[in-house]
């Protein structure tokens, strides 16, 4: 874990070596909660703000929270997403695991703003120093200090944090996707109008909530307002979750991290559901979602993964492909079909036991599968193949070539 980031921001307070902080250290770091703003005018706050959703889609926040509270007649549902199924990606069972009072917090405002009496705290059941400091906090909690808060542990899978499967789980005990429409903001649990948000987003409105909106535009050095937490994994010196400036740079973001322990060529931006870019001439573009929209780039998750020099990005898709592959609901035939075909083929590409045409057929499947799914799960992993068949472009073209691999010690390495 990195260094706390400046006062009042989402990780600030006591050292994170001293576990999570408690009710009474949150309370006399940041005061009392402002419930009754909450319910007077909070979500114009969060509109003017800016904030955007930090599970991956980048949804305007407060456009999300009176869509649910103009539905809800005072009985919404919220539900604070902290599944994170990405298997690189840190930042949410980080910040539940340090400040789970700051994301209690911005699920109590966000009941109290769209009329919610019903609030789930959904974490990933992997995610055990999370679980634990969430019962904890809910335990400090006062009684009468808001709507009641459940604790759900997620099951472990990479879907079971996308909305309609977390609605699915919650009622059923089955984390897959439901068809959609009506979506879980119109009628989710128990057919009420549920707010799903991720809980990166509620704790940062939680801040928003204290210190208002100009507060927060005050941040942020691009053309998005605020701070993100990142997960910097690969060759460099000082891994782990960071908060970030949006509009910070690869090149401070490594610095700040103590800079590279080996070459690097590619960077896979926003996880499993971003892409692959190349390193030359990226190091001083900023990290923030509209512009990295703008350059056909995501910030997705905050992930930041640097590829070392010497590991193939052909080995790399492969097993991402072959992850995303697995952890498909197998509903749909782009997820049943499509996902396997591009993960065998992709696998004997990258071993050299390729057949003729595989490169061309995973080529075209990548083009093939978007948006024919129930989800958007295809969606993601067809934007990944995507992305590493143009930055790996001379790698996949040397494999298909000759059955061999540009870096001999490539299947070792992983992403």
């Known amino acids: 874990m990195a260094p706390a980031a400046t006062a009042d921001r989402l990780l600030a307070g006591p050292q994170f070596s001293a576990g999570a902080e408690s009710f ?40 999300k929270w009176r869509s649910v509270g103009a539905r809800s007649g005072g009985r919404a549902a919220v539900v604070a997403n902290g599944a994170e199924g990405e298997p690189r990606s840190a930042k949410d069972r980080s910040l539940m695991t340090l400040r789970p009072h700051l994301v209690i917090d911005g699920a109590i405002l966000a009941a109290a703003a769209v009329g919610a009496d019903d609030v789930v705290l959904y974490v990933g059941m992997e995610h055990r120093a999370a679980v634990d400091a969430l019962v904890r906090a809910v335990a400090e909690r006062p009684l009468g200090g808001g709507p009641p808060l459940r604790i759900v542990e997620a099951p472990m899978g990479y879907i079971a944090g996308e909305s309609s499967a977390m609605v699915h789980y919650l009622e059923a005990r089955d984390a897959r996707p439901m068809a959609v429409p009506p979506r879980p903001h119109e009628r989710g649990l128990g057919g009420r109008p549920t707010l799903i948000q991720n809980v990166e987003s509620l704790a940062a409105a939680a801040l928003i909530a204290r210190h208002g909106d100009e507060w927060f535009r005050a941040t942020g050095r691009d053309l998005t307002p605020g701070t993100a937490l990142v997960t910097v994994t690969g060759p460099v010196a000082g891994t782990g979750v960071r908060e970030i400036e949006y509009g910070t740079t690869l090149r401070e973001l490594v610095d700040a991290a103590g800079g590279l322990t080996a070459a690097t060529d590619a960077v896979l931006l926003g996880g499993y559901f971003g892409g692959w870019a190349a390193t030359e001439g990226r190091w001083d573009e900023p990290l923030d979602p509209a512009s990295l929209s703008s350059r056909g780039l995501g910030f997705g998750c905050g992930m930041v993964a640097f590829l070392p020099a010497d590991a193939c990005g052909v080995w790399a898709t492969s097993r991402i492909m072959e992850y995303m592959a697995g952890e498909s609901a197998r509903q749909c035939g782009p997820c049943i079909f499509g996902l396997g075909a591009i993960s065998g083929a992709l696998r004997r590409l990258a071993t050299g036991a390729h057949h003729d045409g595989d490169l061309a057929d995973v080529t075209r499947w990548a083009g093939q599968i978007a948006g024919r799914g129930a989800c958007h799960h295809p969606d993601g992993a067809a934007g990944l193949l995507q992305s590493g068949l143009r930055v790996f472009a001379d790698e996949f073209a040397l494999h298909e070539r000759t059955h061999g691999c540009s870096r001999p010690t490539a299947a070792a390495r992983r992403v």
């Open 24 to 63: 009474a250290e949150h309370r006399a770091r940041l005061g009392p909660l402002p419930i009754a703003d909450a319910r007077n005018g909070l979500i114009d706050t969060i509109e003017r703000s800016g904030l955007l959703g930090r599970g991956g889609a980048g949804f305007p926040v407060g456009r």
